[in-house]
């Protein structure tokens, strides 16, 4: 991260040194070939090895219970009327699915490090071109904590599938286009697809980006229902049964 010049906690103002480069989000804004794109995603891929590598917390086995509990009461509240989402229906049927999927991953490898906390394209910084080839900087941390990896991979992968990719591209039963994802595994080697709770968590995602549109602003604000089509048609990618 950029180097801290100083800090007033009481008002929340940080003083943090003037990085060169852009977000990750700016650079595959403008991105013109998809080459770029694939070199972005590699570096933003390259960047969370490294922050993973160094808060390095062991190999686990993946517990998907907590998660899965905590949809079931998600959705529950949507199905009573006390948690208002947009499409209701379909996010209910959707969380169904992500449930019923959690005991596959049960028990299966995963690696654990500490947690960014919310991983997305403009939260990383890339400096060069390609992008990242003179530096790379990771932002707005979460205060210190250890997690299964797929927590900050599923975060900023489902970022760059609501953003970058068309949904036509990615294969049944997936979440990205294959391109997307070896680009990104290039980069990311401290864990690969298989980790378990990459392939949950990548799931979960959908569900966690979905219940954060508000209804109105999906009825009102234009970027909520490019996001909202997007997550919709990526959800049907993932579970085809959706349909």
Same mark, same amino acid.
């Given at each position: 991260?950029?180097?801290?010049? +100083?800090?007033?906690? $009481?008002?929340?103002?940080?003083?943090?040194?003037?990085?060169?480069?852009?977000?990750?989000?700016?650079?595959?804004?403008?991105?013109?070939?998809?080459? @770029?794109?694939?070199?972005?995603?590699? +570096?933003?891929?390259?960047?969370?090895?490294?922050?993973?590598?160094?808060?390095?917390?062991?190999?686990?086995?993946?517990?998907?219970?907590?998660?899965?509990?905590?949809?079931?009461? @998600?959705?529950?509240?949507?199905?009573?009327?006390?948690?208002?989402?947009?499409?209701?229906? $379909?996010?209910?049927?959707?969380?169904?699915?992500?449930?019923?999927?959690?005991?596959?991953?049960?028990?299966?490898?995963?690696?654990?490090?500490?947690?960014?906390?919310?991983?997305?394209?403009? &939260?990383?910084?890339? +400096?060069?071109?390609?992008?990242?080839?003179?530096?790379?900087?990771?932002?707005?941390?979460?205060?210190? @904590?250890?997690?299964?990896?797929?927590?900050?991979?599923?975060?900023?992968?489902?970022?760059?599938?609501?953003?970058?990719?068309?949904?036509?591209?990615?294969?049944?039963?997936?979440?990205?286009?294959?391109?997307?994802?070896?680009?990104?595994?290039?980069?990311?080697?401290?864990?690969?697809?298989?980790?378990?709770?990459?392939?949950?968590?990548?799931? &979960?995602?959908? #569900?966690?980006?979905?219940?954060? #549109?508000?209804?109105?602003?999906?009825?009102?604000?234009?970027?909520? @229902? #490019?996001?909202?089509?997007?997550?919709?048609?990526?959800?049907?990618?993932?579970?085809?049964?959706?349909?």
């Amino acid at each position: 991260m950029p180097r801290v010049l +100083a800090a007033q906690p $009481e008002s929340h103002v940080l003083l943090m040194e003037r990085v060169p480069g852009d977000t990750a989000a700016g650079v595959m804004e403008q991105a013109t070939r998809p080459e @770029q794109l694939d070199d972005a995603l590699e +570096a933003c891929g390259r960047w969370l090895a490294r922050f993973h590598a160094a808060t390095d917390a062991g190999p686990r086995s993946y517990r998907p219970r907590v998660v899965c509990e905590h949809l079931a009461r @998600q959705r529950d509240a949507v199905v009573a009327g006390r948690r208002p989402v947009p499409l209701s229906q $379909e996010f209910v049927a959707l969380s169904t699915r992500v449930i019923d999927a959690g005991p596959g991953y049960d028990g299966l490898p995963a690696r654990a490090a500490g947690r960014h906390g919310d991983m997305n394209l403009r &939260n990383l910084v890339l +400096a060069g071109d390609p992008p990242g080839v003179d530096g790379a900087w990771g932002l707005d941390f979460a205060p210190a @904590q250890s997690a299964p990896v797929g927590h900050d991979v599923a975060r900023l992968l489902l970022n760059f599938a609501v953003c970058c990719t068309d949904p036509a591209q990615i294969p049944e039963g997936e979440v990205l286009p294959p391109r997307a994802l070896a680009a990104f595994f290039r980069g990311y080697d401290f864990a690969g697809p298989e980790d378990a709770s990459i392939g949950f968590l990548l799931r &979960n995602q959908i #569900i966690a980006d979905w219940a954060r #549109i508000p209804p109105a602003a999906a009825r009102t604000d234009l970027l909520q @229902q #490019i996001r909202l089509a997007a997550l919709r048609a990526i959800a049907r990618r993932a579970f085809p049964d959706l349909r």
